[in-house]
């Protein structure tokens, strides 16, 4: 399935879930209202959800003159590539880390934590972004995007449910409360965050790291730039660990700890470091140490 038919997909989706949720719990008014936010929130996720995940990290825009380093790479690869210059961010926080979202190359956004730079040489670093521009360029940045969103609203509404059951506050109307005993429609509710992650992993497959991993491997000409950089965040990452939402985990190069309780394996999207590197350079690690 294509980049575009899984968008389509995770946005139908979306609509139906809170169409049939909203008739669930209210009915008639219910199904119209649900019909009414999921218009809202297709347009929200479609414009809006990168500029979320970067809300969500605290992501802060930087200027030529405040990155210098890491905008002379950005230029440089993205004329080899023939996209358009992406906005930079950068992340306070020292664990390693960077990430690109947005709906097209036009509209994209790359996003490097303070860690990040000071760990990497110009080589390792210049890697780590033709990797980033190479999600943009194999235009998945949406998809992903649109699967953070997507499960994040499930997971939300899971949580709803279940707080509304406990507490007898959630809906009324129509004929959900007939069909509902005690807390178990809030306990059905649960099982959405599963299927949240489940989602995730449909719709952002593993594959997309060995892609970007390729394309920027073959932009730079420099493969074990690369595996270096990657060797290097698996490791300092385990010291400094980033804490992220398991709905957007998937956006980074490398996964970042995950919070989510019970559900958190659930949503590991990334392939093992070690084969990363294997498919790189030909071995587990850089230094030759397997």
Do not use: C
Request: hydrophobic share 45%; charged share 15%.
């Amino acid at each position: 399935m294509g980049n575009t038919a899984k968008t389509a997909f995770l946005l139908t989706l979306l609509t139906v879930l809170l169409v049939l949720i909203g008739e669930h719990f209210g009915g008639r008014n219910g199904l119209v209202l649900g019909f009414l936010f999921a218009a809202g929130m297709n347009f929200f996720t479609y414009f809006y959800s990168d500029k979320l995940a970067l809300k969500m990290y605290k992501a802060q825009p930087v200027t030529r003159e405040e990155l210098p380093r890491a905008y002379a790479i950005v230029e440089r690869m993205t004329q080899r590539m023939g996209i358009p210059m992406p906005r930079m961010y950068v992340i306070p926080t020292e664990s390693p880390n960077a990430f690109a979202t947005g709906r097209n190359p036009k509209h994209a956004s790359v996003a490097m934590t303070h860690g990040i730079l000071s760990l990497l040489n110009d080589d390792e670093l210049e890697g780590v972004l033709a990797h980033e521009l190479g999600h943009v360029q194999n235009r998945d940045i949406l998809t992903s995007s649109i699967a953070a969103t997507l499960a994040g609203a499930i997971t939300l509404i899971a949580r709803m449910a279940y707080w509304g059951e406990i507490f007898g506050g959630f809906g009324g109307g129509g004929g959900g409360r007939r069909e509902r005993g005690g807390g178990i429609s809030g306990l059905f509710m649960l099982i959405l965050a599963p299927i949240a992650a489940m989602l995730i992993q449909l719709a952002v497959s593993r594959s997309r790291e060995y892609e970007a991993d390729a394309t920027g491997a073959k932009t730079t000409g420099n493969p074990y730039a690369l595996a270096s950089a990657l060797e290097k965040i698996d490791a300092y990452s385990k010291r400094v660990p980033m804490v992220a939402s398991p709905s957007n985990a998937h956006l980074f190069i490398a996964q970042p700890l995950v919070g989510g309780g019970m559900f958190t394996n659930l949503f590991s999207t990334h392939p093992p470091m070690q084969k990363r590197i294997e498919r790189l350079i030909g071995r587990k690690s850089v230094s030759g140490l397997e």
